[in-house]
């Protein structure tokens, strides 16, 4: 690694090599190389900076033929090219070469076919690199954005020869399995003067000036700066039934239901206040286990007067926990509104008695007292075994801590993987008296476990987790009875290609997931 360093011209510029080898002389130590033969290596000596490398013997990198030295070049990543250039006259020549960047923005961002129609448009794969995909490649992948309650989910993507923010919707209520919506926030372009410039797509009036600012790790903000381009001839009046069109998929006086009324105008007098002008967090989806009971992601799913709103499914050991990117009022985005246990399943009855709603909670709110008289004994015991440590001494503090290692090492164990042996499908209905916004649902199932839902009354007041029955229909279909409110979610998955977006590994996601909850807390 590194000779091919110094091969690159990777690491430290001539000048800091130089007062590197006074300070080992100056100390009595030996460097590495002599000084000629680094100096061959880089393909230039002392006094010939600018030159075409040495025209000594050696096998100098330099006096490689171009087209081999554009070879290599390319397959170096964009971010060491810069330091590769400072290394001569003859580097920086062959670097203009665009074999080198178009096969960056192809192999780093994934553009082929765009990439001929923007050079035949006089534009280089370069200027495209350098200027644009480069500067900006941080605020690819998914976000969340600040929307108070409603928080949102925005993918940031090379979508041609734009960088696009696409902001995505759940379908019109109720239809779950429609696909997701989208619509375009900003956009990144390299204007005619091949610089970078930003685009606000809010509001009916095409595309005008925006801004980007990149301030704090994984976090960004957006500005626009002509918001008269959001504004309608008609007023607020218009502005709200286009919202309305666009968001529900109906008119105000189609929607019946006083409540939901009420909610849809408070969500349209929040959100548009902020005028595309937003700050956004990062987020990943979950990374994938073998043990994991189905794929995890991102799902859309019912929640009555509020409409659909997107949840993202992810495994913990024996645990199911589904987070919301959006929100209400009641429980808003980054809440865990689905806590699943994964090690108590609950065996349906036949299809005669799952119509009986007394029967089901009588299944389920068995299970919760367990678990609610396990967290007692467990709470008890702690507070015995701390009595006794402070009599006993460190010796019956480890041994006790031992013994928690044990059972909880037990307890997490992940159950045996569905995935690869999905088991035969048994008959579901709803009970009576359960309300769906699907009417249409599906009829079979694999699995059932006991949950908890998380429910709250206006502005996130007296949050409390509730039993239900978390339902597994199949690999990309799942569903949730509310015992306490009477009531079925059903989740569909997201089939949409989201990039740039698995978290690199489980502490980084679990980490994101704490940080959700304390953005809307």
């Known amino acids: 690694m590194a000779v091919c360093a110094r091969l690159c011209g990777v690491g430290q510029s001539r000048r800091c090599r130089r007062r590197q080898r006074h300070n080992q002389q100056d100390q009595g130590s030996d460097s590495d190389m002599d000084e ?28 490689l033929p171009p087209e081999l ?10 971010t060491a090219l810069p330091n590769v250039a400072l290394v001569g006259k003859k580097f920086r020549q062959i670097l203009n070469t665009e074999t080198i960047w178009r096969r960056r923005c192809t192999e780093e961002f994934g553009m082929k076919d765009d990439l001929r129609k923007m050079e035949v448009g006089g534009v280089s794969s370069r200027d495209l690199y350098v200027k644009l995909l480069h500067p900006y490649r941080h605020i690819l992948g998914l ?12 993918n940031v993507v090379v979508d041609g020869l734009f960088i696009i923010g696409w902001m995505y919707l759940p379908p019109h209520d109720p239809r779950v399995e429609d696909p997701m919506r989208r619509r375009p926030l900003f956009r990144i372009h390299l204007s005619e003067n091949k610089k970078a410039a930003v685009e606000c797509m ?26 008269d381009y959001h504004r309608m001839p008609g007023g607020r009046q218009e502005e709200f039934r286009t919202w309305l069109e666009e968001e529900w998929g109906r008119t105000l006086e189609e929607i019946f239901h006083e409540h939901m009324q009420e909610l849809i105008l408070m969500k349209f007098i929040y959100t548009s206040q ?16 073998p043990s994991d009971l189905l794929h ?6 019912t929640y009555g007067s509020h409409g659909l709103e997107i949840v993202m499914l992810s495994f913990h050991g024996t645990s199911a926990r589904a987070t919301k990117l959006t929100g209400d009022p009641n429980v808003p985005a980054g809440q865990l509104t689905l806590d699943v246990d994964l090690s108590r399943p609950v065996v349906l009855p036949d299809l005669e008695h799952q119509r009986s709603i007394e029967e089901l909670s009588r299944l389920v709110l068995g299970i919760h007292a367990e678990v609610q008289r396990e967290e007692q004994a467990k709470d008890t015991s702690a507070t015995a075994r701390g009595a006794a ?24 164990q992940p159950g045996p993987s569905s995935r690869t042996s999905p088991p035969e499908a048994q008959p579901f209905v709803l009970p009576l008296g359960v309300m769906a916004r699907n009417e249409v ?12 839902g998380l429910i709250a009354g206006h502005g996130f007041t007296s949050p409390e987790r509730t039993p239900g029955l978390f339902v597994l229909f199949d690999e990309d279909r799942f569903g949730f009875i509310w015992l306490e409110l009477k009531s079925f979610s059903l989740y569909s998955r997201l089939t949409d290609n989201l990039a740039h977006a698995y978290a690199p590994d489980m502490e980084r996601f679990e980490a994101m997931l704490c940080s959700m909850q304390s953005w809307t807390s």
């Open 36 to 63: 000629e033969e680094e100096e061959q290596i880089v393909g230039q000596k002392r006094g010939d900076v600018g030159g075409g490398g040495p025209k000594s013997g050696g096998g100098s990198l330099a006096e």
């Open 274 to 289: 902020y005028d595309n002008c937003l700050t956004y967090r990062r987020i990943y989806l979950p990374p994938v286990m």
């Open 296 to 301: 995890p992601g991102l799902f859309k799913g």
């Open 389 to 412: 440590e402070g009599a006993c001494g460190d010796a019956s503090a480890a041994e006790g801590v031992e013994e928690d290692r044990v059972t909880c090492s037990d307890r997490c």
């Open 441 to 452: 649902y599906p009829r079979t199932c694999r699995k059932c476990f006991y949950g908890t």
């Open 69 to 78: 030295l554009v070879e290599i070049f390319s397959l170096l990543p964009g």
């Open 143 to 154: 976000w969340q954005p600040d929307i108070g309650p409603y928080g949102g989910l925005l």
């Open 202 to 227: 809010y509001g009916h009036k095409g595309p005008h000036k925006g801004d980007i600012q990149t301030g704090k790790k994984d976090e960004f903000s957006t500005k626009c700066n002509q918001t």
